[in-house]
């Protein structure tokens, strides 16, 4: 009975030491990769890029609209003048048609262009990030690192804040 009773206690101090010592081992930091991108040159400078591209497209768009719109005009224009037979009439609206279809396309395009030239441009930074994030993680021992900027940590400590460390990684 006494040694049942020993290794019951021998037991859960056990439990307890092992329990205690991982609770006391994990470590838990936290930043906020949104500010960090946004201060890094290099997003800056892809930001930039794409702003030029994305102006460069839209004005090439507002262009294909003007033409649009100048032709319709010329066809009405036409049509009210009698110059234009009702066949022809009936092809130049296709043709019409067809080239607004054309816009909406390249509209579609450039959207989809600008969202892969910034996952092409961006996904290399994301990779620095996350590999400064895991060398801060491991040269100090932390468990966990959480974002902030994705809304889910309701409340931590500033001094668990690593977003310093991580920037002195990547040097800014």
């Known amino acids: ?21 991982n609770l006391s081992a994990q470590k838990f930091g936290y930043l906020n990769s949104q500010a960090l991108l946004s201060e890094m040159p290099e997003v800056k400078q892809a930001d930039a890029e794409l702003q030029a591209l994305q102006t460069q497209l839209e004005k090439k768009g507002q262009q294909m609209v003007q033409d649009l719109q100048t032709k319709y005009q010329d066809l009405q224009r036409r049509e009210q003048s009698g110059e234009i037979s009702p066949k022809a009439l009936d092809e130049e609206a296709r043709k019409l048609k067809e080239q607004e279809t054309e816009i909406g396309k390249f509209e579609e395009d450039m959207q989809k262009e600008l969202t892969t030239k910034r996952q092409q441009k961006l996904q290399p930074l994301l990779d620095k990030v996350n590999a400064a994030i895991k060398q801060v993680a491991t040269e100090n021992q932390f468990t966990y690192i959480f974002d902030s900027s994705a809304g889910i940590l309701l ?12 920037k002195t990684k990547l040097g800014i």
């Open 155 to 166: 409340y931590a400590q500033e001094t668990m804040d690593v977003t310093a460390l991580v």
């Open 1 to 21: 009975m006494k040694f049942k009773l020993l290794l019951l206690s021998l037991g859960i101090i056990l439990i307890s030491l092992f329990n205690s010592s």
